[in-house]
């Protein structure tokens, strides 16, 4: 099974700011996944990260707003960028295995925005 | 109306009560996750199921696929089970993801 180490684990940060947030698996992985837990709310995937190419959006996420990296297939970084409090939220990374039959997520990222 | 539904949304219970918890689903799926979603905000997946049921300790998970339903019990609850359990469904390339039930076991 991969193991995810996503970091941070929390933060807080003033508007008008990004924060950039690291994900590593102790395996290589074709996609990883960013996802967005708003407070009471279930989660929405951002985006899929695939190595050597840009990421693909979901509907509602653009590219300057979440900037994604992907330099190789162990790792990859969002950045939450021109912070507004709405951006207050859990942020998680994943990847999957098995033809998407197994998941694996990170350990989350809670970001306030103050 | 959401395509996974969970309820109930929290739940109460004392130490060694019997617990079950549903997700509803309203697409076609290939299978259906069991999430546990720790106060830090990590997740630990429980189970994945496409059909029948599956036990790991004191955690049994079921789904019923034609009607698009599935549950998960804990047995013998205990404190260290109190988490937010999300119901994630397989739909085409995608994960779907209930809103989570809150669960809170008391000693």
């Known amino acids: 099974s991969a193991v995810i180490s996503q970091k941070p684990s929390r933060d807080i940060c003033q508007r008008g700011t990004s924060l950039t947030i690291q994900c590593q698996v102790d395996?290589?992985?074709?996609?990883m996944f960013w996802y967005r837990q708003q407070p009471g709310q279930s989660l929405t995937l951002i985006a899929t990260?695939?190595?050597?190419?840009?990421?693909?959006?979901e509907s509602g996420f653009v590219i300057d707003k979440f900037p994604i990296s992907r330099p190789n297939l162990t790792f990859s970084t969002l950045t939450v960028s021109n912070m507004s409090p709405e951006d207050s939220s859990i942020y998680l990374c994943?990847?999957?295995?098995?033809?998407?039959?197994?998941?694996?997520f990170g350990q989350g990222t809670r970001l306030t925005v103050v | 109306k959401n395509e996974v539904e969970q309820s109930p949304q929290n739940l109460t219970a004392q130490e060694g009560e019997f617990i079950t918890i549903n997700c509803s689903y309203s697409v076609g799926i290939s299978a259906l996750h069991w999430l546990q979603q720790h106060p830090g905000g990590g997740i630990v997946s429980l189970f994945m199921?496409?059909?029948g049921k599956k036990k790991h300790g004191r955690l049994i998970a079921t789904i019923n696929i034609q009607e698009k339903h599935s549950s998960l019990h804990i047995t013998a609850s205990h404190p260290r089970d109190s988490a937010v359990y999300i119901c994630?469904?397989?739909?085409?390339?995608?994960?779907?993801f209930g809103t989570g039930t809150r669960l809170q076991v008391f000693p």
């Open positions: 990260a695939n190595q050597g190419s840009e990421a693909t959006y």
């Open positions: 395996s290589q992985v074709t996609m």
């Open positions: 199921l496409s059909s």
């Open positions: 994630a469904v397989r739909a085409g390339d995608k994960l779907i």
């Open positions: 994943s990847v999957e295995e098995g033809g998407g039959t197994e998941a694996f």
